[in-house]
């Protein structure tokens, strides 16, 4: 089964960045349109942004031109660039594969990301 481990998370000023990482275990992952996802408190979790297998990506309107997603497939590895990070950034992101089934790989913990003064 596959596990997602995310990382990279904390406690950034407004304006400032940070670089999330999400390590899956299985080579399954390469196959997968994956994507980071967020959930703040109070809220349903969001899809923010994803990258298909050919490594187009799209993004939600709220961190469009901020947010960059990558992956490595040799890593199975995806990640996310935020920049110009706001407070409404704030909440746990996970990553997972963007399905419209609900199958989803087991979540993994999430890493918190806090913006704040």
């Known amino acids: 089964q596959v596990q997602l481990v995310e990382s990279g998370g904390g406690l950034v000023q407004p304006g400032g960045s940070l670089r999330l990482s999400c390590a899956a275990s299985?080579?399954?992952?390469?196959?997968?349109?994956m994507g980071w996802y967020r959930q703040a408190p109070g809220k349903e979790r969001e899809l923010v942004a994803f990258?298909?297998?050919?490594?187009?990506?799209n993004y939600a309107d709220s961190v469009k031109g901020r947010f960059t997603i990558s992956r490595d497939n040799t890593k199975t590895t995806v990640n996310l660039q935020m920049n110009s990070l706001k407070p409404e950034d704030t909440a746990v992101y996970y990553c997972?594969?963007?399905?419209?089934?609900?199958?989803?790989?087991?979540w993994g913990q999430g890493t918190q990301v806090t913006v704040s003064s």
């Open positions: 990258i298909n297998t050919d490594g187009i990506t």
């Open positions: 299985d080579i399954i992952f390469v196959v997968n349109t």
């Open positions: 997972n594969r963007v399905t419209s089934g609900g199958h989803y790989f087991p």
